[in-house]
Nanobody
Framework: QVQLVESGGGLVQAGDSLRLACVAS?????????????VGWFRQASGKEREFVSF???????????DYAESVKGRFTSSRDVAKNTVYLQMNSLKPEDTAVYYC??????????????WGQGTQVTVSS
């Protein structure tokens, strides 16, 4: 059974940084390894819909393509540690509007949450002003 576990959330002040981690375990993802599936990060603020943050997509060999929501471009960076089956989201220059529960998702293809098959339980990020 596939499992995704996020960690790294917390309470920080505006301008601070956090690094979220998403660790995958279990069997293959629709016949593929975690190394080659697209992993997305989404967030959901209280009273709002879940929104896309970033995804990291395997593009062959050891190369990955990344995309980000406009609201986080230049501040957030997604990376992958293949040996640890882990995807990270480095979040710098955090703003109060980044406050949300952050979810990682796997085996998708883009920016829509509905495209992803596996989800973690989420980790709370709270940014105070």
């Amino acid at each position: 059974q596939v499992q995704l576990v996020e960690s790294g959330g917390g309470l920080v002040q505006a301008g601070d940084s956090l690094r979220l981690a998403c660790v995958a375990s279990g069997r293959t993802f629709s016949g593929r390894t975690f190394t080659t599936v697209t992993v997305g990060w989404f967030r959901q603020a209280s009273g709002k819909e879940r929104e896309f943050v970033s995804f990291i997509k395997w593009s062959g060999g050891s190369s990955y393509y990344r995309d980000y929501a406009e609201s986080v471009k230049g501040r957030f960076t997604s990376s992958r540690d293949v040996a640890k089956n882990t995807v990270y989201l480095q979040m710098n220059s955090l703003k109060p509007e980044d406050t949300a529960v952050y979810y990682c998702a796997a085996d998708g293809s883009g920016v829509r949450a509905s495209e992803y098959r596996y989800w973690g339980q989420g980790t709370q990020v709270t940014v105070s002003s």
